[in-house]
């Protein structure tokens, strides 16, 4: 074991070493781009350009590009990449995964490989985690490739097909991972040639690489038509469902999330189905009904695993605590989860297409990813993707005061506590962010603070459409924002005047999530 951790650190030194001298080379020509023009700086694209087609490869360019790129930035957004983000900046162009932490800017670090590799002319896609972040990286940072004379697209779910093969026919498409799978499947749907959106696969960057290609990896994107099948029977299998008793006719396995009939429950099927033999061929589709039925009442939680809204049955991502409009759930789940709500279920649906974000990233010729948090999968990331994770000192030294796990003998009694903390530091006007990582658990903590009559914002999946604004509030004297695991992911959090003398923002996680990296996001 230690031997393996020697290597592995070794090699990040290795890596942190080269690294350095690169980034001294660009820093090095900083005063030649200065002295540039505007229009001689935007001249340059041209040239590279020329400089590919007579043959010079990406990385002949490397340090030239990044250099004018990070004089770009200052002239248009006023910032200047620092030698760390330089760093972090190769790593991507290398195809690798930059593990830089929260707050180092990683969205300025991506454009200079996003640049270097969209001078190619076969187009370059940066992979955000949701609409927001795609909306914003794109006008912002879009300032800077426009700026140097390349164009910019964003791919949106609402777009028609034209404005979808505008978007990817732009040097730079801004995207969430869950649009571009989609685009793929689509296009892989239709009859002629032109009506195809997405080019060949060229060069991905994916911002939050951790919660796309390990989290979502195997979540699979189904595009699906309905077939026409009655749904009389998810009603009668709910009714009788409900007239079992748990431990009696049931037993369940929380951690394989199985339920099973016990001989007892057996025995009522046959007897309310007028059946002699539950388990016999001509049954089987009964059997499948209550199963499924059985486990939307004992495993399915409202609020956890899916929300009741406008009449439908939305479920929440575990992971990002995201509502995931659209997606059902299948084999007959989502229709028995409607039944146990009483809204009207829909038809069941057959697949027409599908593929994993594992399958569909690996069709890219180089993939390269950003996070705060990735260190902990880097074994996953290589032996499936390739990629290594090489881990980016930080710009100055972290100053986070990093305290231990409370632990509390009753779930009251940790609730308490956590609502006397906050109310502490609310009074001196200290902000603070509090980490849940169910729905029902935000609202809990979000009803104890109403009872102390402390204003607060919660963020969860059901309010998410507000998310970033709340976020961009957090900061602020006297704020408590609420927010489950990984709402609002990617967002900064400014601090408002005075807050610093403080103590800075108080984060509070209420739980150890499953994953321990989505407990360092938080953390970030």
Same mark, same amino acid.
């Given at each position: 074991m230690a031997n393996i951790l020697n290597k592995v650190f070794d090699f990040n030194k290795r890596e942190l070493k080269r690294l350095e001298k690169k980034a001294n080379q660009i820093e090095a020509l900083s005063d030649e781009m200065e002295r540039l023009k505007d229009d001689q700086l935007r001249a340059k694209t041209v040239e590279f350009k020329d400089r590919i087609n007579n043959g010079e490869t990406l990385d002949d360019l490397l340090v030239e590009a990044f250099a004018v790129v990070r004089e770009a930035a200052r002239r248009v957004l006023g910032l200047y990449p620092f030698h760390v983000q330089l760093m972090g900046g190769i790593v991507l162009h290398d195809g690798n995964i930059a593990e830089m932490k929260t707050g180092e800017g990683k969205t300025l670090t991506s454009t200079m490989p996003v640049y270097l590799n969209a001078l190619s002319g076969k187009g370059v896609h940066v992979i955000t985690v949701n609409d927001y972040l795609a909306r914003r990286d794109a006008t912002e940072m879009g300032q800077v490739y426009e700026f140097l004379g390349l164009t910019v697209g964003l791919n949106l779910s609402e777009m028609t097909r034209e404005e979808k093969q505008a978007a990817y026919n732009a040097d730079i498409t801004y995207g969430t991972n869950n649009e571009f799978g989609f685009d793929y499947l689509r296009d892989n749907m239709v009859l002629y040639k032109e009506q195809m959106v997405q080019r060949p696969l060229n060069f991905a960057v994916?911002?939050?690489?951790?919660?796309?290609?390990?989290?979502?990896?195997?979540?699979?994107?189904?595009?699906?038509?309905?077939?026409?099948?009655?749904?009389?029977?998810?009603?009668?299998?709910?009714?009788?469902?409900?007239?079992?008793?748990?431990?009696?006719?049931?037993?369940?396995?929380?951690?394989?999330?199985?339920?099973?009939?016990?001989?007892?429950?057996?025995?009522?099927? =046959?007897?309310? +189905?007028?059946?002699?033999?539950?388990? %016999?061929?001509?049954?089987?589709?009964? #059997?499948?009904? $209550?199963?499924?039925?059985?486990?939307?009442?004992?495993?399915?939680?409202?609020?956890?695993?899916y929300v009741v809204q406008d009449g439908e049955i939305i479920i929440v991502d575990q992971f990002t605590g995201r509502l995931m409009k659209g997606r059902r759930y299948s084999d007959g789940l989502h229709q028995a989860i409607e039944a146990k709500e009483g809204v009207q279920i829909q038809n069941e649906s057959?697949?027409?297409?599908?593929?994993?974000?594992?399958?569909?990233?690996?069709?890219?010729?180089?993939?390269?990813?950003?996070?705060?948090?990735?260190?902990?999968? =880097?074994?996953? +990331?290589?032996?499936?993707?390739?990629? %290594?994770?090489?881990?980016?000192?930080? #710009?100055?030294? $972290?100053?986070?005061?990093?305290?231990?796990?409370?632990?509390y003998s009753t779930m009251k009694g940790k609730f308490r506590a956590v609502v006397e903390d906050i109310a502490e530091r609310h009074k001196k006007g200290q902000p603070v962010l509090v980490g849940t990582v169910a729905i029902e658990t935000s609202e809990l903590v979000s009803q104890m603070l109403m009872k102390k009559g402390i204003k607060h914002n919660v963020l969860n999946a059901k309010n998410h459409a507000r998310e970033a604004e709340i976020i961009v509030q957090a900061g602020q004297k006297g704020a408590v924002t609420i927010a489950t695991n990984m709402a609002g992911r990617g967002t900064d959090i400014k601090l408002g005047e005075g807050v610093k003398e403080l103590g800075g923002l108080a984060v509070i996680g209420t739980e150890r999530h499953e994953s321990r990296r989505i407990d360092n996001q938080l953390r970030g």
């Open positions: 994916i911002d939050e690489v951790d919660s796309i290609l390990i989290d979502e990896a195997r979540t699979p994107l189904i595009i699906s038509g309905s077939a026409n099948k009655s749904t009389q029977l998810y009603v009668q299998a709910n009714a009788f469902v409900n007239t079992l008793r748990e431990d009696v006719d049931y037993t369940v396995d929380i951690k394989t999330k199985s339920v099973q009939l016990t001989e007892e429950g057996m025995t009522k099927a =046959e007897k309310a +189905f007028g059946i002699d033999n539950l388990f %016999n061929l001509q049954h089987v589709t009964l #059997n499948h009904h $209550i199963n499924q039925a059985l486990r939307a009442k004992a495993i399915m939680q409202r609020d956890v695993d057959k697949t027409m297409a599908t593929i994993t974000f594992q399958n569909y990233f690996r069709m890219y010729e180089k993939l390269a990813g950003m996070t705060g948090t990735a260190k902990t999968e =880097e074994e996953e +990331f290589r032996n499936i993707y390739n990629m %290594n994770v090489i881990v980016i000192p930080t #710009n100055r030294p $972290i100053i986070r005061d990093d305290r231990p796990d409370l632990i």
